[in-house]
């Protein structure tokens, strides 16, 4: 939970959703689930969560299982698809007339990846290996500062041309994805509604179409004597041997 905490943010159980606004927040990150797990070389999803945390309805969070440090371009353009699992998901689920605002992100988050492969890391065929936009440098050995690239109205346009084709390509991909994985898609929804959260391991089983484990039981409530505060030692209890509980166990895909 404590990672959770760093890598998703603070889950916001005071925010309470509708059961409509609960259900297409399922529908769109198992959308994102799907397309990730039948993209080949994707990241496997460490957790999948429809409870609101930080400034989200719903997350699903994606581990390197080995530290990268260079990205290829399949693996840009899987990260682009998987972007557009969840609009994807609501618009075959719902209709294109009730999708919602929920890809906003996510829309950012590919617009702004698939410029940067267009403009610095000389992916589009189009517009070449050429680096196009501006760039300063400091003052250092007789080098200019604020030297600046002019980009011409023809490149300008290119570019967007480029960032659109990728962006569409990426879309269509999650569409034939979902489309070609609706029970999939389905289980995994209907799941989150259920559990709210579920993680690598429980999303194997839904890949093989297999029962979920039951869910693990709360925490019988304190036994202490009335009077004595929890988490002090009860005087009744002084001199028994203590009473040690199992350790946390780490989150499924850490």
Known sequence: EAKDKVMLGVERKSLVL?????????????????VSMKTDGSDPIHKVTIIPRGRALGLTASLPETDRHNYTRNWLIGRLAMCYGGRAAEEITFGKGAVTTGAGGDIQQATALARRMVMEYGMSELVGLMAV?????????????????????????????????FLDEAFGTALRLLNANSDLLERI????????????????????????????????????????PVGRESPALRGSPPILGAPPAEPAGA
């Open 133 to 165: 936009g501006e760039r300063e440098q400091e003052i250092f050995l007789g080098r200019e500062f604020g030297t600046r690239r002019e980009t011409s109205e023809r490149t300008a346009e290119m570019v967007d041309e480029e960032v659109k084709r």
């Open 18 to 34: 509708t059961e409509e606004e609960k259900r297409l927040t399922a529908y769109h990150e198992a959308g994102h689930a799907v």
């Open 189 to 228: 929804a209907q799941a989150l509604l259920e559990r709210e959260t579920i993680d690598r391991d429980d999303l194997d089983l839904l890949a093989r179409n297999l029962p979920l484990p039951p869910r693990p039981a709360p925490p019988p409530p304190s036994s202490a004597p009335p009077g004595v």
